[in-house]
């Protein structure tokens, strides 16, 4: 468990709030809200803080006590990789080893995990961006920290490594905590289940992503109000034409996708506009996907639409409608509703 | 061709330039770290006073330094009561006055390689449990070695130049204090222009080359290193 109130006057900052040490927990924030710097102090590297700071019960700062970064076994991977230029891979990597104890991979392992094995003795300016940041995160892990603090690690990354690393990381947040700073609804919706929500230099909120994105009190709501993520399971393909069958809670759905995929999951984002809200089943459509679902709460959004919050079972889903439709219809909370997806759009085949 | 007192010559310079060349070595990174990284008021100050040998005529230098150097001054009566020796026209006096004269030339280089290294490599070097001393050597030390080659090549280089601080304060005895400078003089107004020549150009050829491999090799090197 981590517990902080930590305070900086000038630019105003202030983090406070306890994380468990378990699993992975984003860290999710506008541009300049103070996310690297919320993970900046709590590494010690800030050195600007004033107030407390405890890890599993120890005090790694307060009136009179901070502990160096060097001393808190935490292990970072910049937003930029960082490698040491007068090292090759493979100097780079053994020198993370030397203060380790009982690091869980060897170097040999996680060459052949992250896919890096021919680049040992290349240095880092003979290597591409993505080639660089998979070696840094090799980096991080071998130092056998207590707590990886990741600062947008797969944001600058090609496809193909970022389809490499998201399902490692996902394993490895089962073997070391991770607070993992992205701009991505969907590696957040993949990998987290605690979310720390920084908003303006302070910590607005810390819960599960699910919760954080609906909450309409939060600065976040704007995120979501453009839709949300649903994951879809038991895919099947039909080779007819050229669909996936799958299931969102229960309920059957059909996404267009070119070929077949070897996922048996994936997610899909739904655009809060492209959600069609009916009272009663349409006989004749070319809509193929409609969800019975509960209205669970209508807001304002401007004068001439509104917000519905609707479940599913467990998954949410939004709709924007005009205020014209909200009151033709009669809609109330509570109500049984159908929801029509006009369109969606699938995320990474990865997922 | 060369005489005994010119073989003695180039021993001595050999000599005195090697052991400044050390002793700035362990002088010089701490004091260049000081100056790239420190915020106090007093710092322009020390960074003046160490750039100081630079613009300053030598003979100014050696002029201070002989007063400084007399048995009744506070440095060299401090000296003689240590030793039972006196500074002036001494080799002791001869290596704190190249400490001097050659001090900024090791200095100024490790200080700009100082200030251009990314803060970003130490705060990785601290997530990677190395301490400050672990941090300089496994890391600093070894992103600006040539930097420090540089250095030690310049404070070597103008340590076997100088000439007029000599001058002022060592005098001319072969095998004490007479460096290859002051003998290439004394062959001159001999003249003795055989030796002469064969002093200076070979001092002319060690500084080009010198030179060339700063400019040539390291410069090259230390910049690969800052933007790889």
């Known amino acids: ?351 | 061709m060369l005489s005994e007192w010119d073989y003695q010559a180039v021993f001595l310079t050999l000599k005195l330039a090697v052991s400044a060349t050390l002793i700035l070595l362990v002088i010089s990174p701490p004091l260049a770290w000081w100056l790239s990284h420190s915020k106090r008021f007093y710092r322009p100050f020390i960074e003046a006073l160490v750039a100081l040998p630079l613009v300053l005529p030598p003979t100014v230098l050696g002029f201070y330094l002989l007063i400084s150097f007399s048995p009744d001054s506070l440095l060299g009566g401090f000296w003689l009561s240590l030793t039972g020796d006196h500074l002036a026209f001494s080799f002791s006096g001869l290596l704190i006055a190249s400490l001097i004269y050659s001090l900024p030339f090791v200095v100024q280089p490790l200080q700009s390689a100082f200030v251009n290294l990314d803060k970003g490599y130490l705060e990785v070097a601290a997530t990677l449990g190395f301490n400050p001393v672990e941090t300089f050597l496994r890391v600093i030390f070894p992103m600006v070695l040539p930097s420090f080659i540089i250095a030690a090549a310049l404070g070597f280089a103008h340590t076997i130049g100088e000439f007029g601080v000599v001058l002022m304060i060592g005098g001319n005895i072969p095998g004490e204090t007479q460096v290859l400078s002051i003998a290439l003089f004394d062959h001159v107004e001999t003249l003795q222009y055989r030796q002469a020549h064969f002093l200076a150009f070979s001092l002319l050829a060690f500084s080009m080359l010198l030179l060339m491999l700063i400019y040539g090799v390291l410069q090259k090197r230390q910049k690969r290193l800052y933007h790889a």
Not at chain 1, 298 to 321: D, H, W
Not at chain 1, 341 to 346: E, G, T
């Open chain 1, 1 to 351: 468990m981590l517990k902080f109130n930590l305070l900086k006057p000038q630019p105003f900052l202030h983090f406070q709030g306890e994380l468990p040490l378990q699993g992975a927990c984003a860290v999710f924030g506008d541009s300049g809200a103070g996310k690297t710097s919320f993970v900046r102090a709590l590494a010690g590297l800030d050195t600007g803080f004033s107030g407390f700071l405890n890890c599993q019960g120890k005090a790694w700062q307060n009136e009179g006590v901070f502990i160096k970064t060097e001393k808190r076994n935490i292990g970072m991977v910049f937003q930029e990789p960082r490698l040491f230029p007068h090292l090759d891979v493979q100097g780079n990597l053994q020198l993370a080893c030397i203060k380790a104890k009982n690091s869980l991979y060897s170097i040999k392992q996680l060459a052949e995990l992250l896919d890096f094995s021919a680049l040992l003795s290349k240095k880092s300016h003979q290597l591409s961006g993505g080639q660089k940041q998979r070696i840094a995160i090799a980096r991080a892990i071998l130092t056998a920290p207590d707590l990886l603090i990741m600062d947008e690690p797969l944001s600058s990354l090609d496809q193909h490594s970022r389809a490499l690393l998201l399902p490692f990381i996902k394993t490895l947040s089962q073997q070391i905590p991770l607070l993992y700073i992205s701009h991505s609804m969907q590696e957040i919706f993949y990998l987290c289940d605690q979310m720390v929500l920084i908003n303006q230099g302070k910590i607005e909120a810390i819960g599960s992503p699910q919760a954080l994105f609906l909450d309409a009190r939060l600065s976040l709501v704007k995120h979501a109000h453009s839709g949300l993520l649903l994951s879809v399971e038991s895919l099947s393909w039909d080779a007819q034409f050229s669909l996936v069958h799958g299931f969102v809670d229960g309920q059957a759905v059909v996404l267009a996708q070119e070929k077949k995929s070897r996922e048996t999951r994936l997610q899909i984002k739904v655009e809060s506009k492209d959600v069609i809200i009916a009272t009663e089943r349409f006989n004749l459509s070319s809509l193929q996907n409609c969800l019975s679902v509960t209205i669970e709460a209508i807001e304002p959004l401007s004068v001439n639409s509104a917000l519905l919050t609707l479940t599913i079972g467990r998954q949410k889903l939004l709709a924007k409608i005009t205020m014209k439709s909200l009151n033709e219809l009669k809609l109330k909370k509570n109500q049984s509703v159908f929801a029509y997806i006009k369109a969606l759009s699938i995320l990474g085949d990865t997922l």
